[in-house]
């Protein structure tokens, strides 16, 4: 069901922790919300949820308005057909894992035929079947996070938010279950907001992502257009853009436009028009886009160095090279491109004009 927010405010007292926020989440869409540490991610689905009453603005699900700071509307959280699922799974160790998940069903006095069976559909749809009759205290962090998705899907909510719900679990797990929430979202065609700190687990969940700073929404987009022209420095660092230097115009400002590092000889040419970077631009480089050689690159964009770090990852190798005169760059390059470099090595690093963007440091709130 769509989710309308429309200037939506909230502050604890003196500090806003959600300014004139206005976004809608389409019908059956995946909506991410990525940004720093206190940025107003919570706040934002706690709203939504009816957990916290705006200062101002209105929420609308699906065709009702269950707030609107205007006319004094405000429908309660246990009306708005809202689920949540936390960092913290909230599952009770004493009950078996049916139990848990019959609460909800429970409390709203529905005939045991029916629990039953609606219990039994969601615990399949989570790989949980054979676990049904088994206590909660033991289960791994990963069963436990499924319950508490299974114990929110039963209740067949119009809306899901999860906030960091799989920021417990270790990396492996991380990664299946994501793909499992992924295929769950897309088969039942669930409206969802997902927070995350994790920007692989944002692209991959994601039919758009709304970056978040300072309680407003910067940008939001596609995940691929958001990777491949984020608004800001500070977007494209939680986007694992590793190379961001200060810069400044080292010439006439028109594309191809050429930079110099601050405080460094090191320069830079990008085709990204110099215009629109406003005071404090930052030159931005994938750690991918950077070529490491022997010899001297063709063109603009090569400079000589040496390997500092190397770091082996498995299907990549990961270097950092320090820059003659510049500051040290982060390489990322295929494990099968070129033979293993060892520290210490001369090279000449390089990157296309196109790779480079030179961004504003953050977006104006
Ligand atoms: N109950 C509260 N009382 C006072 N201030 C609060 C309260 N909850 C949150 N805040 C403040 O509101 C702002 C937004 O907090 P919020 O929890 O929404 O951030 P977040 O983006 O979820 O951060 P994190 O990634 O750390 O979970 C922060 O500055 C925070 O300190
Ligand atoms: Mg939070």
């Known amino acids: ?13 003196e500090a806003t922790a959600i300014d004139r926020l206005s976004v809608t989440v ?12 206190g940025c107003g991610k919570t706040s934002t689905m706690r709203c939504v949820a009816g957990l916290e009453t705006p200062t101002g603005g209105r929420i609308t699900i699906g065709d009702t308005v269950v707030f609107d700071g205007e006319r004094g509307v405000r429908v309660a959280p246990n009306k708005r057909n809202v689920g949540m699922v936390f960092q913290s799974y909230a599952v009770w160790p004493h009950r078996t894992i049916f139990q848990n998940v019959a609460f909800p069903l429970q409390q709203q006095r529905l005939p045991k035929a029916e629990i039953r069976e609606r219990v039994a559909d969601v615990l399949a749809l989570v790989g949980l079947t054979e676990y049904a ?8 962090g990963g069963q436990m996070q499924r319950v508490a998705l299974a114990r929110s899907l039963v209740m067949r909510p119009s809306v899901l938010l999860l906030d960091e719900p799989l920021s417990n679990l270790d990396a492996r797990l991380r990664d299946r279950l994501r793909v499992e929430l992924r ?3 897309q088969r039942l065609g669930l ?20 970056l978040m700073q300072g309680g407003r929404i910067v940008q939001i987009d596609r995940p691929e257009k958001i990777y491949d022209a984020p608004s800001s420095a500070a977007i494209a660092d939680f986007l694992g853009v590793s190379n961001i230097f200060p810069c400044a115009p080292a010439g006439p400002g028109s594309a191809p436009a050429t930079y110099r590092l601050t405080g460094h000889a090191t320069e830079v040419t990008s085709d990204t028009p110099a215009a629109g970077t406003g005071k404090d631009p930052r030159v931005c480089i994938r750690p991918e886009d950077i070529r490491l050689t022997g010899e001297p690159a063709t063109g603009a964009n ?3 160095g040496r390997v500092d770090v190397v770091s082996f990852q498995g299907s990549y190798v990961r270097y950092r090279v320090s820059l003659k005169d510049g500051p040290e760059l982060d390489a990322v390059v295929p494990r099968r ?5 060892d520290v210490g090595t001369p090279v000449w690093a390089s990157a296309d004009p196109d790779a480079v963007q030179i961004l504003p440091a953050e977006v104006p709130a």
Do not use: F
């Open 302 to 304: 090569s400079w000589p």
């Open 26 to 37: 389409e019908d059956g869409e995946s909506l991410v919300l990525l940004g720093k540490s």
């Open 133 to 140: 009759e088994r206590g909660a205290s033991l289960l791994s």
């Open 1 to 13: 069901m769509k989710v309308q927010l429309e200037n939506i405010t909230l502050a604890y007292g």
């Open 337 to 341: 491109a070129t033979r293993m470099l």
């Open 183 to 185: 295929e769950i979202q």
């Open 191 to 210: 409206t969802c907001v997902y927070v995350t700190h994790d920007q692989s687990e944002a692209l991959a969940l994601a039919d758009r992502i709304a």
